[in-house]
């Protein structure tokens, strides 16, 4: 084998149009000497994932947003989740979920800095199903009932003038004309129901550009966080955003159920509650999420902790 073969391999997948163009690929390139470096420009819906499902032995680095992030696990879902893969992020969207719970900094020169230290830990994924997508898959957080039609309802002028408080300013519009679904909940077989103002099921703790959906997840333990603000009216409901947006855990407020489970199932009547997966809609239908433990090795950044501070 030649020096040239031997050199250690990594696909960078870049989205411009989430902020990711504005990485450098040369100083990608200088941060990862050593590496024979492949850069990769999205242009359209679906490139991530298949730039991500062809790669199966290196390090795939994703310039992106949460949307690109979500593709590319798709991509490494559809390929089995190769495990010589593994997983670094250099955050470029607005909400940068993920990267909250993993501690990258949205600064491009400190998430360099992390892909150069090179912290792997190997995290949990999960798969939903239902009958309208099929199979797919996520690493952070599923939201149903008022927090999906946030994420759909953030328009991306709004996001690119304020930020994450767009998705404050589409709490705000949503919540008046909500009508909180009843749902019908099977947490390992064992049923509730309720009626649900908002769902979180998480393996990650962030959604919605910062919201703190499923406060106590963990990644690495196995189980999916399950997370329920109950019908309590629409100023009661938005009384939890101070804290969530804060950061602040609510699990134990009153009208908050939160339960653990491998497998989770949540059904309603139809067009009665619509689920986003990190942030992408992904329709109405009963929806059945399952943890796969262990499933992708992933760079973390220093302050990273499995269980939440």
């Known amino acids: ?107 491009p020169d400190e998430a360099e800095k992390v892909l ?30 008022l927090g999906a039609e946030v994420s759909e309802s953030a328009d991306p002028e709004t ?17 008046r004309d909500y009508d909180p679904p009843e749902v019908r ?22 959604a919605g550009g910062g919201w703190l959906a499923s406060p106590r997840a963990n990644p690495e333990d196995g189980l999916l966080d399950l997370v329920v603000i109950e019908d309590l009216g629409p100023a009661e409901a938005l009384g939890f955003a101070p804290t969530a947006l804060g950061g602040a855990d609510y699990l134990d407020k009153e009208g908050v159920f939160f339960a653990r489970a491998k497998e989770i199932r949540v059904e309603s009547d139809p067009g009665t509650i619509e689920f986003t997966v990190d942030g992408e809609v992904i329709g109405d239908e009963p929806a059945e999420f399952t943890i796969l433990p262990k499933a992708i090795k992933v760079i973390v950044g220093p302050e990273y902790t499995p269980e939440a501070g």
């Not at 990769?40 to 679906?46: D, L, M």
């Not at 879902?77 to 010589?84: L, M, R």
């Not at 649900?196 to 990650?204: E, K, M, P």
Request: contains cysteine.
């Open 1 to 107: 084998m030649t020096i040239e073969e031997a050199k250690l391999k990594a696909r960078v997948i870049c989205n411009p149009a989430s902020g990711g163009g504005g990485y450098d690929p040369e100083e990608i390139r200088a941060e990862l000497e050593g590496f024979e470096v492949e850069w990769i420009e999205t242009e359209k819906s679906g490139d991530a994932s298949e730039a991500a499902k062809e790669w199966n032995d290196g390090l795939l680095i994703v310039a992106g947003g949460d949307g690109t992030i979500n593709e590319v696990i798709n991509g490494l879902g559809q390929a089995g989740f190769p495990e010589n893969v593994t997983l670094g992020l250099l955050p470029a969207g607005t909400g940068n979920d993920l990267a909250a719970t993993l501690a990258i900094p949205e600064d």
């Open 116 to 145: 150069r230290e090179n912290r792997v830990r190997h995290l949990d994924a999960a798969r939903v199903c239902s009958t309208g997508i099929g199979e797919k898959y996520f690493i952070n957080v599923a939201t149903g009932g």
């Open 159 to 175: 996001k690119k003038r304020w930020g994450k408080l767009a998705y404050l300013f589409s709490s705000l519009e949503s919540v």
């Open 185 to 206: 909940l099977f947490l390992d077989g064992e049923e509730k129901v309720l009626r649900a103002f908002n769902l979180a099921v998480g393996n990650c703790r962030y």
